[in-house]
């Protein structure tokens, strides 16, 4: 599934190719994904695109009204109307591509621009997510998402983790948390900051926290650098796959030599999700010790009492 890197990469590709751009006729395919098809076709024909920004996972094309007045009049500032919001799920992609080009299979949604290109949504699983949100709509549409991982400081980190008794990696991807980290990121994370996924957050120090924090920073920042992750289907506005796969330390790499101490990559289940570690230099947590069934707890007397 596209997270962070990936989707800041689509959206670095758009924000070159689409602001200043015309919407024309929106056409689609299938819908099981759009939450409200009909808006979308009757509101975004004739509105120009303002620009492209992204929170968590989540692509945000800002549209407004297309001014013109007078031909020697000075046309009327626009209006910021909604934005058409995008989840990408597991196999979105989002392309910008020249209207007589040949359609890729699975492409569900087309959206004609003034300069001879299309928008267009290809979704081979259509487990994305498409919808148009007015304005006044935004502040609740965005008020759950968690916060952003390259803009939340140390402080609020170790006081949003740091206060929760659930397994740390089970944290990472909880996107009312962090918004964007996946499970790409949270293990790489995870063995950069020498922590076990398991772990529970309210255990770890402040100087555990704080480490954390920055190799969060620093992978999501190196991804963000080499085009993201391409795993399987993602690729970037262009077309073009990522090579941060490249750099991955434990991610997929189970049955591995450790490239920093050489014991081998290992795989378990954490919140329901498959976790890679290295067994020796993600020490994993230590189990309570368990009372003998005959023991009783000792009690202590004051000598004087």
């Known amino acids: 599934m596209p997270e962070l890197p990936e989707v800041e990469t689509v959206v670095r590709g758009l924000r070159v190719s689409l602001p200043g751009r015309i919407v024309g006729e929106v056409r689609f395919g299938k819908t099981d994904f759009v939450d409200n098809p009909d808006e979308i076709a009757e509101h975004l024909p004739g509105l120009r695109i303002s620009d492209v920004t992204r929170r968590g996972k989540f692509i945000f094309i800002g549209l407004e009204s297309n001014a013109s007045g007078a031909p020697d009049a000075t046309p009327p500032a626009p209006t910021s109307l909604g934005y058409l919001i995008v989840h990408l799920g597991m196999t979105g992609k989002l392309t910008v591509i020249h209207s007589a080009d040949s359609v890729s299979p ?12 299309e928008l267009r949504y290809t979704d081979v699983r259509r487990f994305g997510r498409m919808l148009f949100l007015p304005e006044s709509r935004l502040a609740e549409f965005t008020r759950p998402l968690g916060k952003e991982p390259l803009e ?18 089970a944290l990472l991807l909880d996107q009312k948390v962090l918004g964007g980290v996946g499970n790409i990121y949270a293990d790489e ?21 704080l480490a954390l924090h920055g190799a969060i920073r620093r992978v999501l920042e190196e991804a963000i650098r080499s085009r993201g992750s391409s795993i399987s289907d993602y690729v970037d506005s262009e077309g073009k796959r990522g090579n941060f ?49 005959n023991s009783k707890p000792q009690i202590h007397t004051d000598k004087h009492g």
Do not use: M
Request: proline letters at 7%; hydrophobic letters at 30%; aromatic letters at 8%.
């Open 189 to 209: 994370s995870l063995f950069r900051a020498r922590l076990h996924p398991a772990r529970i957050a309210e255990n770890l120090t402040t100087k555990q926290l």
């Open 245 to 293: 796969q490249l750099r991955h330390r434990v991610y997929q790499r189970d049955g591995k030599p450790c490239f920093r101490c050489k014991a081998i990559i290992r795989r378990v289940i954490v919140a329901g999700r498959s976790s890679h570690f290295c067994p020796r230099c993600q020490p994993p947590p230590r189990k309570p010790r368990k009372l003998r069934k």
């Open 106 to 117: 699975h492409t569900h949604v087309f959206f004609v621009l003034d300069d001879g290109h």
């Open 152 to 169: 939340i400081s140390a402080d609020e980190f170790c006081q949003r983790l740091g206060s929760r008794r659930a397994r740390v990696k």
